[in-house]
């Protein structure tokens, strides 16, 4: 336990102008406050706030965050209140205070849009000041090494929730020691014996191979003397959690994972991180693949290194981390790094980057449980890299096709794309991009985006854009709609057309809790309410009644009348359970947000579908002679040489479009086939039906 004087002397070491008297002045303050409280484990609770100072002094931090993590859980848990930390510490730390206490207050629930919500919330204090999450951070770690004095069932929810969120987050914003002690103390608790017997192997293995890490060591030092470099080496051993991991992932043993442990070259410039890398490869052969240089091009979380693997002595391969000492810092200490030292100093331009990249995922995401999502994709370190024709550089996550890299650009580039140039040659959209593509977009005006876009897009941000254009447009369809539907209906009870811009209108609105005329359309549209429904409340001796909802057919004449000729401005479909063509009698039901699907009156969908009753239409075939209409036909025949010849010519010489055929044959010698046609009308229907009746060695025709 650490006490506050040593705490000091820890914060001057780093800080030696660090406002000693603020932090004195916090830690009184949140002792008092928090005297009557003890911790689970029966210390007094003051410890906890000093741990979590203590963390936060070992990220080097200002005494503003240090200060705040003394007094992070006072306005939660005691009877101080926010303006009494504004009065004594000012308005920053209040902040701080205020801001981990919102998130403390953050549980995540079981359930999973609770959660997306609340983790946003996470990200939007965050993204304010950075400082927020990196309290919340040392308070969980605390929690997380204390965590054998919770009851187990506690233990594993907590540890589920620091792996799943805290733990990516830690990664995300590169701080690399949190993460992996997250992970670790995580899989400790939800895994206890795995745990166990991971970490004794891999101490196994250290021992075992000491001595030739060592000679490697050697040998290296010897070549750095040599050409007169200056470089310290580390060797580092893979957390457990991370060898877990790669042994589920990749199917392989723990003795098949050649980087249990690694090294880690720091120098001092990046010139001779390059030349440690020659003196490297010239010592052994390295796998081609195996080489990244993220000095060229660095990570998202600012992770810059280069990181090659070599086949070593005897045949082992080994992996190597070559980077300079600020490079280290930033890839132990990520975001943390660039708050140190520092009491007034504004965010550096790094710092500036990452923020614009959290004010960018907030901004995209309106829906919480696709934020959630897009933080799952995106945290992890899987990157590619490709560029604009211009050498622009693009960073997208792994599995990103041309329609992802489009919406990078520009939404309007995103709607509007039609195709890709990758190196040059022209690609399918949904091809998936490689690191290091050059990448142009072909547009066009007339294109918009597809439902069937969302299968080939990764980025967060693409699939936002196309479901909002997506559900832009069925608004737009349920607008029509709805003011087909109501106006039929208010013409059908010789009601005048204004009487939606009446009064009364208003009050049928106001009973529905509808506010807008808009909204009226969309839920009529949507066939959320029907149109009967609305203006049956207009007409002055009906007003009172109430509306029936049950199943019992209503009958045609109280719903509203539309012909497909009279609504070629909104989308129809034919369904495609029982194909109806003109002369069937049909009835059409609405699919939100997609208009009317037209069925044949005694469809086996359509009876199950009936039960919202709200949702049928009564359409009419316009007479209209120009309409076609798809029509199937199952046909069972002897399976002969040639009748399907015979059949296909029978129907073109009725001037009638196959547009879809398919034959079986069973094993007891019969042909099964299915013809989806393009007809006008049902006599024209029966015409054919009748002539392929008579087609020698068909036996049975079916709709
Ligand atoms: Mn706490």
Same mark, same amino acid.
């Given at each position: 336990?650490?006490? !506050?004087?040593?705490?000091?002397?820890?914060?001057?070491?780093?800080?030696?102008?660090?406002?000693?008297?603020?932090?004195?002045?916090?830690?009184?303050?949140?002792?008092?406050?928090?005297?009557?409280?003890?911790?689970?484990?029966?210390?007094?609770?003051?410890?906890?706030?000093?741990?979590?100072?203590?963390?936060?002094?070992?990220?080097?931090?200002?005494?503003?965050?240090?200060?705040?993590?003394?007094?992070?859980?006072?306005? %939660? +848990?005691?009877?101080?209140?926010?303006?009494?930390?504004?009065?004594?510490?000012?308005?920053?730390?209040?902040?701080?205070?205020?801001?981990?206490?919102?998130?403390?207050?953050?549980?995540?629930?079981?359930?999973?849009?609770?959660?997306?919500?609340?983790?946003?919330?996470?990200?939007?204090?965050?993204?304010?000041?950075?400082?927020?999450?990196?309290?919340?951070?040392?308070?969980?770690?605390?929690?997380?090494?204390?965590?054998?004095?919770?009851?187990?069932?506690?233990?594993?929810?907590?540890?589920?929730?620091?792996? %799943?969120?805290?733990?990516? /987050?830690?990664?995300?914003?590169?701080?690399?020691?949190?993460?992996?002690?997250?992970?670790?103390?995580?899989?400790?608790?939800?895994?206890?014996?795995?745990?166990?017997?991971?970490?004794?192997?891999?101490?196994?293995?250290?021992?075992?191979?000491? #001595?030739?890490?060592?000679?490697?060591?050697?040998? !290296?030092?010897?070549?750095?003397?040599?050409? $007169? !470099?200056?470089?310290?080496?580390?060797?580092?051993?893979?957390?457990?959690?991370?060898?877990?991991?790669?042994?589920?992932?990749?199917?392989?043993?723990?003795?098949?994972?050649?980087?249990?442990?690694?090294?880690?070259?720091?120098?001092?410039?990046?010139? @001779?991180?390059?030349?440690?890398?020659?003196?490297? @490869?010239?010592?052994?052969?390295?796998?081609?693949?195996?080489?990244?240089?993220?000095?060229?091009?660095?990570?998202?979380?600012?992770?810059?290194?280069?990181?090659?693997?070599?086949?070593?002595? /005897?045949?082992?391969?080994?992996?190597?981390?070559?980077?300079?000492?600020?490079?280290?810092?930033?890839?132990?200490?990520?975001?943390?790094?660039?708050?140190?030292?520092?009491?007034?100093?504004?965010?550096?331009?790094?710092?500036?980057?990452?923020?614009?990249?959290?004010?960018?995922?907030?901004?995209?995401?309106?829906?919480?449980?696709?934020?959630?999502?897009?933080?799952?994709?995106?945290?992890?370190?899987?990157?590619?890299?490709?560029?604009?024709?211009? $050498?622009?550089?693009?960073?997208?996550?792994?599995?990103?096709?041309?329609?992802?890299?489009?919406?990078?650009?520009?939404?309007?580039?995103?709607?509007?794309?039609?195709?890709?140039?990758?190196?040059?040659?022209?690609?399918?959209?949904?091809?998936?991009?490689?690191?290091?593509?050059?990448?142009?977009?072909?547009?066009?005006?007339?294109?918009?985006?597809?439902?069937?876009?969302?299968?080939?897009?990764?980025?967060?941000?693409?699939?936002?854009?196309?479901?909002?254009?997506?559900?832009?447009?069925? #608004?737009?369809?349920?607008?029509?709609?709805?003011?087909?539907? !109501?106006?039929?209906?208010?013409?059908?009870?010789?009601?005048?057309?204004?009487?939606?811009?009446?009064?009364?209108?208003? +009050?049928?609105?106001?009973?529905?809790?509808?506010?807008?005329? %808009?909204?009226?359309?969309?839920?009529?549209?949507?066939?959320?309410?029907?149109? @009967?429904?609305?203006?049956?409340?207009?007409?002055?001796?009906?007003?009172?009644?109430?509306?029936?909802?049950?199943?019992?057919?209503?009958?045609?004449?109280?719903?509203?009348?539309?012909?497909?000729?009279?609504?070629?401005?909104?989308?129809?479909?034919?369904?495609?359970?029982?194909?109806?063509?003109?002369?069937?009698?049909?009835?059409?039901?609405?699919?939100?947000?997609?208009?009317?699907?037209? @069925?044949?009156?005694?469809?086996?969908?359509? %009876?199950?579908?009936?039960?919202?009753?709200?949702? /049928?239409? +009564?359409?009419?075939?316009?007479? +209209?002679?120009?309409?076609?209409?798809?029509?199937?036909?199952?046909?069972?025949?002897?399976?002969?040489?040639?009748?399907?010849?015979? /059949?296909?010519?029978?129907?073109?010489?009725?001037?009638?479009?196959?547009?879809?055929?398919?034959?079986?044959?069973?094993?007891?010698?019969?042909?099964?086939?299915?013809?989806?046609?393009?007809?006008?009308?049902?006599?024209?229907?029966?015409?054919?039906?009748?002539?392929?009746?008579?087609?020698?060695?068909?036996?049975?025709?079916? #709709?």
């Amino acid at each position: 336990m650490i006490t !506050i004087d040593q705490l000091i002397e820890k914060i001057l070491a780093y800080n030696p102008k660090a406002n000693i008297d603020r932090i004195r002045r916090a830690y009184v303050f949140s002792r008092e406050a928090h005297c009557a409280q003890k911790r689970i484990e029966g210390s007094p609770y003051i410890h906890h706030p000093l741990a979590v100072a203590n963390i936060l002094a070992d990220m080097h931090l200002d005494s503003i965050t240090i200060a705040a993590g003394l007094l992070h859980d006072t306005i %939660e +848990d005691t009877d101080m209140s926010l303006n009494d930390i504004k009065d004594m510490f000012g308005n920053e730390v209040a902040f701080l205070v205020e801001a981990v206490t919102k998130l403390s207050k953050v549980e995540f629930k079981t359930k999973e849009e609770a959660q997306a919500e609340n983790f946003r919330k996470m990200f939007l204090a965050m993204s304010k000041d950075v400082r927020v999450i990196l309290i919340k951070f040392a308070d969980r770690l605390h929690n997380m090494r204390t965590i054998e004095y919770l009851p187990e069932e506690r233990q594993k929810n907590i540890a589920k929730e620091t792996l %799943e969120i805290y733990a990516p /987050l830690a990664n995300r914003l590169g701080i690399n020691w949190l993460k992996i002690e997250f992970e670790d103390l995580c899989f400790k608790v939800l895994m206890p014996e795995l745990f166990k017997e991971l970490k004794e192997k891999v101490a196994k293995y250290v021992e075992v191979h000491e #001595r030739y890490f060592d000679d490697v060591k050697e040998s !290296i030092s010897q070549r750095l003397k040599e050409s $007169g !470099i200056e470089a310290k080496i580390k060797s580092r051993v893979k957390n457990v959690y991370s060898i877990y991991n790669k042994i589920l992932k990749q199917k392989i043993t723990f003795e098949q994972i050649y980087d249990v442990i690694g090294f880690r070259i720091i120098t001092d410039t990046v010139p @001779h991180c390059y030349e440690i890398l020659s003196i490297i @490869h010239s010592l052994w052969p390295h796998i081609p693949g195996r080489f990244k240089d993220f000095i060229s091009l660095p990570k998202k979380n600012m992770y810059e290194s280069l990181h090659t693997t070599v086949i070593g002595p /005897l045949g082992y391969q080994m992996e190597f981390q070559i980077r300079t000492q600020e490079m280290d810092l930033i890839a132990e200490e990520g975001i943390a790094a660039h708050w140190r030292y520092k009491e007034k100093d504004n965010l550096d331009s790094k710092n500036a980057r990452f923020i614009a990249w959290l004010r960018d995922l907030i901004k995209e995401v309106s829906d919480a449980k696709e934020f959630l999502e897009a933080v799952k994709v995106e945290v992890t370190p899987e990157t590619i890299y490709v560029f604009t024709p211009k $050498g622009d550089i693009k960073e997208l996550p792994i599995g990103s096709t041309s329609i992802d890299f489009a919406y990078s650009i520009h939404t309007e580039v995103g709607n509007k794309c039609i195709g890709a140039k990758v190196n040059g040659r022209i690609v399918p959209l949904r091809q998936k991009l490689n690191s290091g593509d050059v990448v142009e977009i072909i547009t066009s005006a007339s294109q918009t985006p597809s439902k069937d876009w969302l299968k080939y897009v990764v980025t967060q941000r693409a699939k936002s854009k196309i479901k909002q254009w997506i559900r832009n447009e069925e #608004r737009k369809q349920s607008i029509s709609l709805g003011t087909n539907l !109501i106006e039929e209906e208010i013409k059908r009870h010789s009601l005048p057309l204004n009487i939606i811009k009446s009064k009364k209108m208003l +009050d049928v609105m106001k009973s529905f809790g509808i506010q807008s005329l %808009e909204d009226l359309y969309v839920l009529v549209g949507f066939g959320k309410l029907s149109a @009967h429904q609305v203006v049956n409340r207009l007409i002055p001796d009906k007003s009172e009644e109430e509306v029936p909802q049950k199943i019992q057919k209503t009958p045609p004449q109280q719903r509203s009348v539309i012909k497909i000729k009279g609504i070629d401005n909104i989308l129809y479909h034919i369904g495609k359970c029982c194909f109806p063509v003109p002369g069937d009698n049909i009835i059409g039901f609405i699919t939100k947000g997609k208009g009317v699907t037209i @069925h044949r009156v005694g469809c086996s969908n359509l %009876e199950r579908l009936a039960v919202n009753v709200e949702r /049928l239409v +009564d359409v009419e075939w316009s007479d +209209d002679g120009d309409l076609t209409s798809q029509a199937k036909l199952s046909i069972e025949a002897i399976d002969r040489p040639g009748i399907l010849a015979n /059949l296909s010519a029978l129907i073109s010489s009725a001037n009638i479009n196959i547009s879809y055929l398919k034959a079986m044959s069973t094993s007891d010698k019969r042909a099964i086939i299915e013809l989806i046609l393009d007809i006008k009308n049902k006599k024209q229907l029966f015409e054919i039906q009748n002539k392929i009746s008579q087609v020698q060695g068909v036996l049975n025709i079916r #709709r």
